[in-house]
């Protein structure tokens, strides 16, 4: 079983409604992580979260809203979306420190937008 | 821009046949390189990994790879899959010791009982 959990598995969202997945880790890692992955497609990284800090955003639509609330929660805010959104958003985690660190994934959560 | 190319998309295999994915990367620096697993509705798992060391690594499952500098590749290999080895494999990169994960586009295993 995975330690990073992710709620929920599955989310059906209108275009106009404001909704948030979850994200929790209890490994002790100080990054956590936020990856789309579409169908028959490789993850792709949106942000990254080192020490409840955004280091990286990927050039991310505002649409879709981190948050880092503390060491173990990651949250990803959703308002406004498109059909094209429609995913597999995956949360993961990893210790901060030397490189070759794992990054551990979630179950992902299965967004469609309507 | 750095990149991860798995060339093979789809393989099948019969049980008992050798593995062997290819994985090549785009970038001149330092790397750590990561092979993970997707089995059929579960989540991403890793295989092996390789940032240091001796170049052939061995993972679970009887997984290997070799991280072969000067051809930017990290293949992985297995010398007699099983039907549960039925899957879809990504290649990982992380140039420069970074936490930006660079995953390959993924090659969809089918093994044949």
């Known amino acids: 079983d995975t330690e990073v959990t992710q709620t929920p598995k599955h989310l059906v969202m209108g275009m106009t409604n404001k909704k948030s997945l979850k994200c929790e880790q209890h490994m002790g890692h100080r990054a956590m992580y936020w990856y789309k992955q579409k169908a028959k497609k490789p993850p792709e990284l949106m942000f990254v979260y080192s020490y409840e800090k955004l280091s990286i955003n990927e050039s991310v639509p505002s649409r879709f809203s981190p948050e880092c609330p503390n060491s173990s929660l990651l949250n990803l805010h959703l308002h406004a979306l498109q059909p094209e959104d429609s995913a597999l958003y995956l949360c993961?985690?990893?210790?901060?420190?030397?490189?070759?660190?794992?990054?551990?994934f979630g179950e992902g959560s299965w967004l469609t937008v309507v | 821009a750095q990149s991860v190319s798995q060339h093979n998309h789809h393989v099948i295999l019969s049980e008992a046949a050798s593995l062997e994915l290819g994985c090549n990367y785009s970038y001149g620096g330092t790397v750590n390189l990561f092979w993970y697993v997707q089995y059929p509705g579960q989540h991403l798992q890793l295989l092996l990994k390789y940032f240091s060391g001796d170049p052939l690594v061995k993972g679970i499952k009887g997984f290997e790879a070799e991280f072969i500098k000067s051809k930017f590749s990290f293949n992985l290999r297995k010398p007699s899959v099983q039907w549960s080895d039925t899957a879809e494999y990504f290649c990982?990169?992380?140039?420069?010791?970074?936490?930006?994960?660079?995953f390959g586009t993924g090659t969809r295993l089918k093994v044949l009982a």
């Open positions: 993961a985690s990893s210790p901060v420190g030397p490189p070759g660190n794992t990054i551990y």
């Open positions: 990982a990169v992380t140039p420069g010791g970074t936490y930006k994960y660079i």
